[in-house]
Each structure stands twice: as structure tokens, then as C-alpha cells.
């Protein structure tokens, strides 16, 4: 039998709690808020690396080849 993943391990000791509806869709959301940080984190991050400034960033999405 496969080891059992963290997350997978997670996702059945939710299940056997027998949450909400409502319950489950806050905790959708969240996860949807963490990864979402996570994203702009990772975005920052890379903007900083590259050196954008902000009139890079109007470029872009000003520029009609886009």
C-alpha cells in the first residue's frame, strides 16, 4: 500500500470530522487566501530580482503588442 501523503492524511482526518457546508467552503476560501499570498509573494519576489520599477509595469499594460 502507498505511503499516505501530509495533505492526503489531512484531507481524511477532515473527512471524518463531518464539517458544514458552510464550514468547508470557509476553509475553501482560506486556502484560496494562503496560495494566493504564496502567489504574490513569489511575484514580488522576481519583480524585486528584475529590478521593475513601476513605470516598467505601466508598460506593459499599456503597451498595444500585448
Known amino acids: 500500500m502507498p505511503d499516505i501523503s501530509p495533505l492526503s492524511n ?3 482526518k477532515l473527512y471524518s470530522t463531518n464539517l458544514s457546508e458552510k464550514d468547508i467552503l470557509e476553509l475553501k476560501d482560506v ?3 494562503f496560495y494566493a499570498e504564496k502567489s504574490i ?3 514580488d519576489n ?3 530580482q528584475k529590478g ?4 516598467d ?6 503597451d ?3
Not at 57 to 62: Q, V, Y
Open 31 to 33: 486556502l484560496a487566501r
Open 64 to 66: 498595444d503588442g500585448q
Open 46 to 48: 522576481v519583480w524585486h
Open 41 to 43: 509573494e513569489l511575484a
Open 10 to 12: 489531512v484531507q481524511l
Open 52 to 55: 521593475y520599477t513601476a513605470e
Open 57 to 62: 509595469m505601466n508598460f506593459l499594460l499599456n
